[in-house]
């Protein structure tokens, strides 16, 4: 029997699929795994912001990432919209595969791994990939099913939208520069993004795939 394209197929995998299957030399070593519990994390509600942005500066010179809280975001609203991802992967095989592509360039596709063209070996995910800026150019060609999938994802782009230009201008501060200088130099491009289905996988010590666990 030919191997499924896609691994969201609602049957839960009891083996590692072959084109799963990481050389030994490439596989993950969860021994030496680093936990550290100092990332910096960035209160984006602080009293002041200059101190928002002496923050960011020094997690960027000394980790080169951060986190946010208190981002603006709201709760129901990532909440609505990991349920609906979890609904449109829900969607009947035959459903999905209507809209599955192995094609890098198309505006809106549903995939596996990263570009399973090149690949000798593939990831362990899913995904729905949607061009997403100028919404009103994409919006009318992503899926209609569920329901409010166009009405939560549209809803969702916008605030990250407005949050991840928020963040540009603060690394544009803390370098020293104005505000809307990343901004300016990256320009009006089209933006995407991508919907990711994760399924537990049975055997992660040979490929890159979440083992089972507990956590909610």
């Given at each position: 029997m030919a191997e499924?394209?896609?691994?969201s197929t609602g049957i839960?995998?009891?083996?590692?699929?072959?084109?799963?299957?990481?050389?030994?030399?490439?596989?993950?070593?969860?021994?030496?795994v680093i936990h550290d519990h100092n990332i910096p994390i960035i209160d984006l509600n602080s009293p002041t912001k200059s101190q928002i942005i002496s923050q960011i500066h020094h997690a960027c010179q000394t980790y080169g990432f951060f986190q946010?809280?208190?981002?603006?975001?709201?709760?129901?609203?990532?909440?609505?919209?990991?349920?609906?991802?979890?609904?449109?992967?829900?969607?009947?095989?035959?459903?999905?595969?209507?809209?599955?592509?192995?094609?890098?360039?198309?505006?809106?596709?549903?995939?596996?791994?990263?570009?399973?063209?090149?690949?000798?070996?593939?990831?362990?995910?899913?995904?729905?990939?949607?061009?997403?800026?100028?919404?009103?150019?994409?919006?009318?060609?992503?899926?209609?099913n569920p329901p409010l999938f166009r009405d939560v994802v549209s809803s969702y782009c916008k605030e990250i939208r407005q949050l991840g230009l928020r963040l540009l201008g603060l690394i544009s501060l803390s370098l020293g520069l104005e505000e809307s200088y990343i901004e300016q130099v990256l320009g009006e491009q089209e933006q995407h993004m991508a919907i990711n289905y994760y399924p537990i996988c049975p055997e992660p010590d040979l490929t890159y795939g979440l083992p089972a666990h507990t956590d909610p």
């Open positions: 499924q394209p896609l691994l839960p995998h009891r083996t590692l699929p072959e084109s799963y299957i990481r050389p030994e030399s490439d596989r993950p070593n969860f021994t030496r946010v809280v208190n981002h603006g975001v709201g709760l129901d609203l990532v909440e609505k919209m990991m349920a609906i991802g979890k609904d449109f992967f829900k969607l009947p095989m035959e459903e999905k595969m209507s809209l599955y592509s192995d094609d890098p360039a198309k505006k809106m596709r549903l995939s596996t791994s990263f570009n399973v063209r090149k690949e000798t070996v593939r990831n362990w995910r899913d995904y729905l990939r949607l061009h997403c800026y100028p919404l009103e150019r994409y919006t009318p060609d992503w899926p209609s």
